[in-house]
């Protein structure tokens, strides 16, 4: 949460420029061609080893700005700077720990869930589609993204499995940054609906992003797992005219 809190200033700076450009747009026609907003919305996320998942996907916000212009009536481009909250769920903890749970027979270690924390940079080309209503705009987007990952935290559930077979589990949750690669870089696709209104368009959009990215099992040495984190991003925007 308090990385959320990082962004709320963020907001209030776009807002009150959103406001100044529209008193602009009013004496600037030219100046339509660009559009500032905000958007918001839930990210679904999992690692992928090659083609193949090895964790379950863990759910997580999303929330940034964008700063739109377009270049033709058909076609725009976008600056979508904005936090990403990602990870995994159920990983093995191979891909993270050197010989885990072999150092005590009595002990299996599950890492229960990985929460990772990113700040990314993506741009973004829109194609706008033919459409039978003009109050209702739908397009394709496509686009890439730099990714910097500035926290990532995992929580690791211990098994004990004592003698006379008596068994309960422990909570432990630790840092691991270092271990992953502090950028990453994105492709993403997918569809977006632009509901137009004189005061504010409502946007609604869905992108599959796929990132590259990497952890480091040993933290210290440079022996690396390459591996795919792929997130699902739903989100509500606001485009202020």
């Known amino acids: 949460m308090n990385h959320l809190k990082l962004i709320t200033p963020v907001l209030g700076i776009l807002l009150a420029a959103v406001a100044v450009k529209a008193q602009e747009t009013k004496e600037d026609p030219d100046s339509s061609r660009f559009s500032y907003g905000v ?6 996320s999992a690692f992928t080893f090659g083609y193949e998942p090895f964790t379950d996907k ?9 700063a ?14 904005a936090y990403i909250q990602k990870g995994a769920l159920n990983l093995d903890p191979s891909f ?12 299996i270690m599950v890492v229960n869930k990985v929460t990772s924390h990113h700040v990314q940079l993506p741009l973004v080309f829109h194609l706008k589609l033919p ?50 690669k502090p950028w990453e870089f994105h492709v993403l696709a997918g569809p977006r609906l632009d509901f137009l ?15 590259l990215s990497r952890i480091n099992k040993y933290q210290y040495k440079n022996q690396f797992y390459n591996f ?3 997130s699902w991003i739903f989100t509500l925007g606001f485009r202020i005219k």
């Open 68 to 81: 739109e212009y377009t270049v033709f009536g058909f076609l725009s481009v976008s600056a979508e700077p």
């Open 58 to 66: 863990k759910a997580g916000v999303f929330a940034g700005v964008f």
């Open 228 to 230: 795919s984190s792929n």
């Open 39 to 44: 958007k918001a919305g839930a990210a679904f």
């Open 197 to 211: 209104n004189p005061v504010a368009d409502v946007i609604l959009e869905v992108n599959y992003c796929v990132g």
């Open 131 to 180: 459409a039978k209503t003009c109050k209702v705009v739908p397009s394709l987007s496509l686009g890439g993204s730099a990714a910097y990952t500035f926290n990532v935290r995992a929580r690791n559930l211990l098994y004990y499995d004592i003698l006379n077979d008596q068994r309960h589990f422990e909570t432990m949750t630790e840092g691991i940054t270092r271990q992953f």
């Open 96 to 107: 993270l720990y050197d010989d885990a749970g072999v150092y005590d027979p009595y002990i």
